[in-house]
């Protein structure tokens, strides 16, 4: 008579490892199966590194040195002189102090007026609603330069702005000439191209935004101001963050071209900001060293103040499932 034995438990545990290992596949058959994604991100990492993270550390290195860009002309190392002048320069802090005049009166161009509008076109009905928004988001489609062309003609002491004003017995005024009202008139003209971009943003979030909060506060009893006060307004709250993102890290380079073309920073540096003075320092002056400092020097500063920005924007999001 024979007895069937059971296996001993080191023996099956050994036959279900084989087992495994047999049905695994081989690491280089993960490594294959797991490649296909990243050479999607190949091309866009591959630019960014070339045309971000490249010059970036070239700049860094730049600071450090005295160089006119010529090829022909040796690099001087002078260590952290070039930081020095950034601090004591007096052109620099001038035009740190224009930039943060930009930003803060591009604020209310680029956030509480687009809001207002998105607000009112919203209640419009479709095909006028449309074209109004059309109309509004209509100049930031046209080129800067063309818009520079048109509005130094419409701002020249001849031009159609001073002929108001004379029919109205006032003197005709020189807006791109004089250090009081250059500064206004750049940034007259960058809240006009920027507005419709910035209330075409918040009506994307208007719409991203549930009917059925409004409604259920209107059940409650609560009128069309407190609705937009404690409803609409905080659940828009993300959005308004990132235009005021975008007008702190944007303003200066959607004014560029404005001033290269209508005052070149004048006059006497009365309108010019910290973009338009580093590509002076770079390219008209050649003092590559002193402008990567300066570079370096603003992006830091620039880069906190988006970090606090985005921080605040993650704390105060709240996402309509």
Known sequence: MFVELAAPATLLADEGRAAVQAARPSLARRLL??????LYLLPALACLVLWTYKPLVEAVQLSFYDWNLLPTSPMTYVGLDKYRQVFTQPSLRNAAVNTVVYVVLLLP?????????????????????????????????????AAATVWRWLLDPTGLSNQVLGAFGL???????????ALL???????????GFAMLIVSAGLTGISGDYAEAAAIDGANGWQILRWVTLPLLRTTLLFLVLTTVLLSGQWSFPLLD?????????????????????????????????????????????????????????????
């Not at 199966?33 to 990243?38: K, L, M």
């Not at 003197?171 to 009202?181: C, F, G, K, M």
């Not at 006497?268 to 020097?297: C, H, K, M, P, Q």
Request: charged share 15%.
């Open 33 to 38: 199966a797991a490649t296909p994604p990243y």
């Open 109 to 145: 161009f680029s956030v509480v007026l687009p809001t207002v509008i998105a607000l009112v076109t919203r209640r419009l009905g479709g095909r006028s609603r449309d074209v109004y928004r059309a109309l509004v988001f209509t100049p930031i489609l046209v080129a800067p330069v």
């Open 171 to 181: 003197a005709p005024h020189n807006w791109l000439r004089e250090e009081s009202t």
């Open 185 to 195: 008139a750049i940034l007259a003209i960058t809240a006009w191209s920027m507005c």
């Open 261 to 321: 073309t209508l005052t070149q920073g004048g006059p006497a540096d009365s309108s010019t900001n910290v973009y338009y003075l580093l590509w002076e320092l770079g390219f008209r002056n050649f003092d590559s060293g002193l402008a990567s400092a300066a570079g370096i020097v603003f992006f830091v500063v620039f880069g906190l103040i988006a970090a606090v920005l985005v921080k605040l924007a993650d704390r105060f999001s709240f996402h309509d499932n």
